[in-house]
């Protein structure tokens, strides 16, 4: 049963084998460049605003091919689920019932149960070994780039997304193990259920597209306990006239997940105070242009920042924790298929 499976599995298999390869090569080409430019940047062993400047500047030399490559990565790794979940998984099922060739299979003396568990272990390890490997090597080439993020300031906006942001947690880490289970044992559930290989196709895209979306925005947030800071306004809003935080002073890329500006008296405000568009020139000037910023105006009537957010040390707790979710979802939807084949009749 196995060599059958290998052998239903052979152009998949190549298929993956040498997309990895193409991509491993690539970056091996194009990493030591990345490397030498952020080895001559003087980030490493940097402090203070020093590390902003260094990072700021690495950053700003990266163009080309460096961005292409970046780019590519990221979505490579984001899409590798889907594509496994289509074409591994829909066609695991719903093919031998479209073609009924499971009138072969299971009267050979494999039951219908051994049958699907050689299938489903060995596709679905084979899925999860393929994506993390795909993310791994590009965590590797782009680990300068994403220690930069989290230093930076004023970087090209290109490269402003930090570790948490749902791109980049997606693609690194531990989670697309189980973003790539999942999204097999869907597709595998879905052709079990529908016995169509394109419809289950369609709903496998679908429901994995959906639940990429809602992932990020409704459920990571509650995943871990948030931590809560009180910031001055000029140290935690970097955007002129904006109220919300954009950075938590003395915690570098962390992740904000709300803010609220208060006032001196512990109210919520909502708006600069119009005597901070222009603040007075000086004191007993009526209004006119100064020197300092609607920040430092807002700082000095006592104005600061409540902020909620997620620091950097709850990051492998929040990817351990993610990638659980999903492991439990495809354990899940893997005994929705025995359950199903089992009530099937032949």
């Not at 990571?220 to 938590?248: C, F, K, M, Q, W």
């Not at 009526?286 to 104005?303: D, E, F, H, V």
């Not at 929040?318 to 032949?346: K, P």
Request: proline share 5%; charged share 10%; net charge positive.
């Amino acid at each position: 049963m196995i060599w059958l499976t290998w052998r239903q599995f052979r152009i998949q298999a190549t298929a993956a084998a040498a997309a990895l390869a193409a991509f491993a090569i690539l970056l091996a080409i194009t990493g030591p460049h990345l490397a030498s430019l952020y080895s001559t940047s003087k980030i490493i062993g940097c402090r203070g605003f020093a590390c902003s400047n260094a990072a700021d500047a690495f950053l700003g030399k990266l163009a080309g091919l460096d961005t292409v490559v970046y780019l590519l990565g990221i979505g490579l790794v984001l899409v590798a689920p889907a594509i496994i979940g289509i074409f591994w998984g829909a066609p695991l099922i719903a093919r031998e019932i479209e073609t009924r060739t499971f009138n072969l299979a299971w009267t050979q003396g494999t039951t219908r149960t051994q049958w699907l568990a050689i299938k489903v272990a060995l596709t679905g390890l084979a899925a999860m070994a393929v994506t993390e490997a795909l993310s791994l090597i590009y965590s590797w080439w782009a680990s300068p780039i994403i220690n930069s993020t989290g230093l930076s300031s004023s970087g090209p906006q290109l490269f402003s997304q930090g570790k948490f942001s749902s791109v980049i947690f997606a693609s690194h880490g531990i989670v697309p193990i189980g973003y790539a289970a999942f999204a097999f044992t869907l597709g595998t559930a879905a052709g079990a259920l529908i016995r169509r290989t394109v419809p289950a196709m369609a709903v496998t895209l679908a429901i994995f597209a959906a639940v990429q979306v809602v992932m990020p925005l409704a459920v990571r947030p509650h995943l871990v306990a948030p931590s809560h800071t009180t910031a001055s306004i000029e140290a935690a809003d970097e955007v002129y006239g904006s109220l919300t935080a954009d950075v938590v002073p003395g915690q570098p890329d962390a992740w904000i997940l709300s803010s609220q500006a208060l006032n001196a008296a512990g109210r919520t405000v909502s708006a600069i105070p119009a005597g901070c568009f222009s603040p007075p020139a000086g004191p007993g000037a009526k209004g006119g242009t100064s020197a300092i910023t609607p920040g430092q105006c807002m700082q000095n009537r006592g104005y600061r920042e409540a902020i909620s957010y997620v620091p950097t040390s709850r990051y492998w707790p929040l990817q351990w924790t993610e990638t659980g979710i999903f492991l439990i979802l495809a354990a899940a939807l893997a005994w929705f298929c025995f359950w199903r084949l089992g009530r099937r009749r032949t």
